[in-house]
Nanobody
């Protein structure tokens, strides 16, 4: 019963900020690498940022210096703080979890949230 739930999307003016949240079960969250993806109309879904269980982070070039990914293990929640938003950031943002195998014969598994809309006006 692994489930991811996003929240925090909305409509903001260019230059504004939003903070997205993604909650997960404790079992899934503590062992998974977590990511934010986004998909704009007419475009392929793209990776925005990733954070490992050791809190190592990576970012797409388009958001470096503006977005910050973090995780709170006590609350089983991942965040994406988005500052200096641009109209090109407009997209549906998705939470993603990559769970490692539970044994050497197992396989990685993926979980996706339902998405939250972010709209940035000029």
């Amino acid at each position: 019963q692994e489930q991811l739930v996003e929240s925090g999307g909305g409509l903001v003016q260019a230059g504004g900020s939003l903070r997205l949240s993604c909650t997960a079960s404790r079992r899934l969250f503590r062992i998974s690498t977590m990511s934010w993806y986004r998909q704009a109309p007419g475009k392929q879904r793209e990776l925005v940022a990733t954070i490992t269980t050791d809190r190592i982070t990576t970012y797409a070039d388009s958001v470096k210096g503006r977005f910050t990914i973090s995780r709170d293990n006590a609350d089983n929640t991942m965040y994406l703080q988005m500052n200096s938003l641009k109209p090109e950031d407009t997209a549906v943002y998705y939470c993603y979890a990559l769970r490692p195998p539970v044994n050497i014969e197992g396989a990685y598994s993926e979980s996706w949230g339902q998405g939250t809309q972010v709209t940035v006006s000029s």
